[in-house]
C-alpha cells in the first residue's frame, strides 16, 4: 500500500480534479487516495453548491478512495488555518505516506524554498511595517519576500495555487510529519479564470455556469442532478443574524482584528444584500475573500477559540473498499467514525467541534430552493461503495 492524501473541496469535483488524481497514482505510485475534504462551506466564504454527501459521492466515482471532512471552522479559515486543519487530519491519520497538491510551478523543491521565505518574512519587520500601513496580509507579504528574495521565489506566491501548496508545506513541519510532498503541475485554465481550455474550467465558472443552468457536461464526469444551493438565498438569514449582534460579539469572530468589528457592525445596519455589505466592510486591508469567510463564520457562530486546536476528531463521510484497508492501516488517537452524534460523546471539545457542524448544516439547507429539514447531519448516512 502506498497512501496518498489530498487536500481538497471539489465545488464541484470537475476534469481537473480527475486529472489530478490519475496523475497522483500514474506518476507516484499511490495505491490508496484519502481526500480531506471541505462540508458545506467553503474557503472562499461561500455554501458548497452540492452538498458534502453528494461530493463524496462523486469523488469515490471518481478515483479517491475515503474520504474525511475537514470542519467548518478550518474550511472558512485563512488559507493558512485551511491548510493546517487538513494537514493535522492526513497527519493524525497515523498512514498516510504522502500528500498530493496541484501546483501551478510544478515544483516541491521551489516550493519548499518558498515556504521558507514566507516563514521568514512573517517575522520580518518589513512585514509588520507594510501591514500597518494598511496592506493586505498577502501584499505585505509579497512586497517583504521582494526586498530579500529572487524573482522565482516572488512569482511562485503570486500564483494561488503554489501559495496553498506552501500553506501544506508549512503544516507539514509544523507538525514534524514523515508525509512527503508531491505536486502535479496545473493544466488547462488558471485559478478563477472564466475560459474554456480543451475540457478544462476553473471550479468558480462551472459553478456561475451551473447557476445559470448552462451545459457542463464536457467539464465534469458525471451528470448533476437534483436541486444546487446557492448563497444568495441565504441573505436574508445572513443579514438578520449580523443585526443582532454587537461589535463585541463580533468581535469573538476568527480573523476579525483592528477593530473591523465595528465596521461590520455599521455596515450591517444599512446594507439591504450582501454584495453592499461586502462592499462597505471592505477596506485596503481585507481581501473579499476575507471579508466573505469572517461574515459566513459569524453567521454560524464560529469564535477564535474553536480555531486554536487542531481538529479534535475524524469525521468520516464515505469509502470504498480500498478505503476500508486505508481506515484498517490507520493509527490515530482520534476519535474516528462515520457519525457526528457519536463522535460528539467523546468530550466538550467534540461536542463544541460537532454542535458547529450540525449548525452549518442545518443553515446550509436553507440555501436550496426547496428547503431542507435540520439535523442532515445526523441522518444522512456515509457514502458506501462497493
Do not use: W
Not at 458525471?222 to 444546487?228: C, R, S
Not at 438578520?240 to 449582534?245: C, E, I, Q, V, Y
Amino acid at each position: 500500500m502506498k497512501i496518498c492524501g489530498i487536500v481538497a473541496e471539489y465545488n464541484p469535483f470537475h476534469n481537473g480534479h480527475r486529472y489530478h488524481i490519475e496523475k497522483t497514482r500514474e506518476l507516484y505510485g499511490a495505491t490508496h487516495i484519502v481526500a480531506v475534504m471541505s462540508g458545506n462551506f467553503t474557503q472562499r466564504g461561500d455554501v458548497a453548491i452540492m452538498d458534502k454527501f453528494d461530493r463524496a459521492r462523486i469523488a469515490l466515482n471518481n478515483g479517491v478512495d475515503l474520504v474525511i471532512e475537514l470542519p467548518v471552522p478550518y474550511a472558512l479559515g485563512s488559507a493558512e488555518q485551511f491548510a493546517d486543519g487538513a494537514v493535522s487530519l492526513l497527519h493524525n491519520l497515523g498512514c498516510v505516506d504522502m500528500i498530493s497538491f496541484g501546483s501551478e510551478c510544478g515544483d516541491v523543491s521551489l516550493l519548499e524554498e518558498t515556504a521558507g521565505a514566507v516563514l521568514y518574512a512573517q517575522q520580518h519587520e518589513d512585514f509588520f511595517r507594510y501591514m500597518k500601513q494598511g496592506d493586505t496580509y498577502p501584499l505585505a507579504l509579497q512586497k517583504t519576500i521582494e526586498n530579500y528574495y529572487e524573482e522565482e521565489i516572488v512569482e511562485a506566491l503570486a500564483s494561488p495555487n503554489n501559495t496553498l501548496a506552501v500553506e501544506y508545506l508549512k503544516a507539514l513541519g509544523e507538525y514534524g510529519s514523515s508525509i512527503k510532498p508531491v505536486t502535479i503541475r496545473r493544466i488547462g485554465t488558471g485559478h478563477d479564470k472564466e475560459v474554456i481550455n480543451c475540457g478544462y474550467a476553473s471550479a468558480s465558472m462551472i459553478r456561475k455556469m451551473l447557476l445559470k443552468g448552462e451545459d457542463v457536461s464536457g467539464l465534469i464526469p458525471y451528470e448533476i442532478a437534483g436541486d444546487l444551493a446557492d448563497t444568495r438565498r441565504l441573505e436574508t438569514a445572513i443579514l438578520a443574524k449580523l443585526r443582532t449582534m454587537t461589535p463585541s460579539e463580533i468581535e469573538k469572530s476568527p480573523n476579525v482584528l483592528m477593530g473591523l468589528e465595528n465596521r461590520i457592525y455599521k455596515a450591517t445596519r444599512v446594507s439591504n444584500n450582501l454584495a453592499e455589505l461586502y462592499m462597505l466592510i471592505k477596506t485596503k486591508r481585507y481581501t473579499m475573500a476575507r471579508i466573505r469567510r469572517i461574515v459566513m463564520s459569524i453567521f454560524i457562530g464560529i469564535r477564535k477559540n474553536d480555531l486554536k486546536l487542531p481538529p479534535c476528531y475524524i469525521r468520516i463521510l464515505g469509502m470504498n473498499d480500498r478505503g476500508k484497508e486505508i481506515l484498517a492501516k490507520a493509527d490515530t488517537s482520534l476519535p474516528m467514525d462515520t457519525s457526528l452524534k457519536a463522535l460528539m460523546q467523546y468530550g466538550d471539545k467534540q461536542r463544541r467541534l460537532g454542535h458547529l457542524e450540525e449548525t452549518a448544516g442545518n443553515l446550509y439547507a436553507l440555501a436550496f430552493e426547496r428547503k431542507r429539514v435540520c439535523g442532515l447531519d445526523y441522518t444522512q448516512k456515509p457514502v458506501i461503495i462497493h
